[in-house]
């Protein structure tokens, strides 16, 4: 854009205006909202024991945020309980654990899907 | 005789009416077309006002923002702020003790749309937990829109990789 005093005739300055518009308009706080490093921290917040965390996803396709965690859990009851508390939590919804996850008893490998609220 | 002079008295009068009621009508048609053209050309003249009225007020807001328009541009990511941009990311990494790799680099232009160019970064980093969680904060706060369209952590043998694949409007 440089200069904001350099159109010095009408046009300019309405074609300058009209640009920086366009750019706020793009760039407005508001839309800046992307904060995957969030949701890091809302999950570790509600690791119980017995939990052991292997990986974050966060995908974004046409605005739809999905997010997974993955890891390792010491036996069904505590995989069910990590899922219990990632669903209260009143930051997530859609909360899926795979049926199959729960075939194991014990080291249970685990993937726990869910969308942002 | 006298019918003979009335009658012809009446035709010359009737001319007359005629010629009257013709310097008439064209006197309407060019008053119309002057009012036409005066209309007109009080609109132009209305809109030459509105244009400097508006002209001014950009002058007068340009002058009393200027700062904050100055600073507004430097956020602004436009081509020659780009290399910059990802020699400071590489830096943080770097500053961070991580591995970082910026896998590449891409620009989406889509001619059909209003909306700015986007330029595509897609980088990893592999090392030690908290850097890696410092590395995608330092990101998530870069002084542009930050747009995240993927961002994986996972556990590997020495610490954990991430990657990210970021964002920006471009404006060139």
């Given at each position: 854009m440089g200069d904001p005093g350099s159109g010095d005739n009408g046009a300019e300055l309405q074609a300058w205006l009209l640009e920086t518009n366009r750019r706020l308009t793009a760039l407005s706080p508001k839309l800046d909202v992307d904060r995957p490093s969030d949701f890091v921290d809302r999950i570790l917040d509600r690791r119980v024991t017995g939990v052991g965390i292997t990986g974050f996803s966060?995908?974004?396709v046409k605005d739809k945020i999905t997010l997974s965690v993955n890891g390792v859990a010491s036996d069904r009851q505590t995989l069910v309980t990590f899922e219990?508390?990632?669903n209260s939590s009143g930051y997530f919804s859609n909360v899926t654990l795979p049926i199959s996850d729960l075939a194991k008893d014990r080291d249970i490998n685990f993937q726990i899907k869910f969308s942002p609220l | 005789m006298i019918l003979n002079n009335s009658k012809l008295l009446l035709m010359a009068l009737s001319l007359i009416l005629i010629i009257l009621l013709t310097i008439v009508a064209l006197g309407i048609y060019d008053i119309k077309v002057k009012n036409k053209e005066t209309f007109k050309l009080l609109n132009e003249a209305d809109s030459v006002a509105e244009t400097e009225n508006?002209?001014?007020?950009?002058?007068v807001m340009q002058a009393s923002a200027a700062e904050d328009i100055t600073a507004f541009d430097n956020l602004v990511l436009v081509g020659d702020k780009l290399v910059p941009l990802i020699e400071s990311i590489e830096e943080v990494g770097r500053e961070l003790g991580?591995?970082?790799n910026i896998v590449s680099v891409a620009k989406i232009e889509d001619k059909k749309s209003v909306e700015p160019d986007i330029i595509r970064i897609v980088m990893e980093t592999q090392g030690s937990w908290a850097?890696?969680?410092s590395f995608l904060r330092a990101i998530e706060s870069l002084p542009h829109r930050v747009m995240i369209d993927e961002s994986s952590l996972s556990k590997v043998e020495i610490g954990w990789r991430m990657r990210i694949t970021l964002s920006l409007h471009s404006f060139d």
């Open positions: 966060w995908v974004k219990n508390r990632i | 508006l002209a001014q007020s950009i002058r991580l591995d970082t850097p890696t969680l």
